[in-house]
């Protein structure tokens, strides 16, 4: 029998990783384009995006080789529809991971005790206001591409899907082959 990409283990945490980091790519262009700050300089977008993933790679990619590892398992026997939907609130999921981690990314020093807290009523205010904004903005990207995702998996996972077993109907005469005789299957 035939590995299929789909049945490798790594190839899918890599596939797995890699859109992960495209959906990353694609929050923060979306909100570097987006924001107030930036609004001017739109063309720097991409730039400033891809250095974003890259720093928030850390948690990017091993929340996407986790997906990729086990996005199959989840989706097999699924229709398509089904999937999508399995694969959507798999992305909620992610969304909501990724948006804690992001906050830990950003609020790292004051976190670590390497910055002063001057009014911590504040700063909790703070926190609590980005973090949803990124919840808002992540976890409808996440789940809308980790939802798209499921769904054309589910169609390659059973267009490549081989029984393990050979069912006894494979065990057959075929026709005879050039330079004669039969063979079994």
């Given at each position: 029998m035939r590995a299929s990409h789909m049945t490798s283990i790594g190839w899918r945490i890599v596939v797995g990783a890699f859109i992960a980091a495209s959906a990353a790519f694609?929050?923060?262009?979306?909100?570097?384009?987006w924001s107030e700050r930036h609004s001017s300089d739109w063309y720097y977008s991409p730039l400033v995006a891809g250095y974003a993933v890259l720093v928030a790679s850390w948690f990017v990619l091993p929340i996407?080789?986790?997906?990729?590892?086990?996005?199959?398992?989840?989706?097999r026997g699924c229709s398509r529809r089904r999937a999508f939907i399995r694969g959507f609130f798999l992305g909620i999921c992610a969304g909501l991971f990724a948006a804690i981690l992001m906050m830990v990314l950003i609020e790292w020093p004051d976190i670590s005790g390497q910055a002063a807290i001057?009014?911590?009523v504040a700063w909790w205010q703070s926190v609590r206001g980005q973090f949803l904004g990124c919840l808002a903005t992540m976890t409808p990207i996440?789940?809308?591409w980790v939802g798209v995702w499921a769904l054309l998996w589910?169609?390659?996972v059973w267009s490549n899907h081989q029984s393990p077993e050979p069912s006894p109907a494979a065990f057959v005469f075929r026709e005879p082959r050039?330079?004669?005789?039969f063979f079994l299957r």
């Open positions: 694609v929050w923060a262009l979306l909100s570097f384009t996407g080789g986790i997906l990729g590892a086990f996005m199959p398992m989840v989706i001057v009014d911590r996440c789940a809308v589910s169609r390659r050039v330079g004669g005789g």
